[in-house]
């Protein structure tokens, strides 16, 4: 998680210098993936206590804290950017979240779909394993019968 921590703020410290500097922050915006992404884990990470094993409740609260903070600091560049430009990123991060939720049930289900191929493949061939060693042994002892 401390890597997580450490990648959010070295992107939101680019982010922000560069809106110091006079840059827009629509230039910014793979730095902003970056922030987005890593803060996204952390607040998963904190909020179901899926951290390493190694990281106190005090730390994963902290780094949340931290994420919660720079959202709020991103929040008013965006603002005073553009009119309407926070709505429309929570808006796009919404249809992100949606897209990623689909996309991982579609897995989900391929993966699914995937085992019961493979259990089938293997319930066949264990058949007929069963039924091939019917017929020799039940020709063995027809044969053995005269």
């Not at 410290?13 to 560069?18: C, H, N």
């Not at 991060?93 to 779909?113: D, L």
């Not at 394993?129 to 005269?146: N, V």
Request: net charge neutral; proline share 0%.
């Amino acid at each position: 998680m401390l890597a997580e921590l450490a990648i959010a703020n070295a992107a939101f410290a680019v982010l922000k210098e560069s809106f110091q500097m006079g840059k827009d922050i629509v230039d910014c915006s793979e730095h902003l993936g970056i922030w987005s992404e890593k803060s996204r884990e952390i607040t998963a990470q904190a909020k179901g206590k899926r951290g390493g094993g190694t990281e106190s409740d005090l730390e994963l609260f902290m780094a949340a804290e931290k994420v919660k903070n720079q959202r709020e600091e991103l929040e008013y560049m965006m603002r005073s950017t553009r009119l309407n430009m926070w709505q429309e990123f929570i808006s796009f991060e919404a249809e992100q979240a949606k897209a990623r939720r689909k996309q991982h049930e579609k897995e989900e289900r391929e993966r699914v779909k995937r085992t019961e191929f493979v259990m089938t493949c293997f319930a066949w061939f264990v058949a007929f394993l069963i039924l091939a060693g019917s017929l020799f042994g039940g020709l063995k002892l027809i044969i053995g019968m005269k």
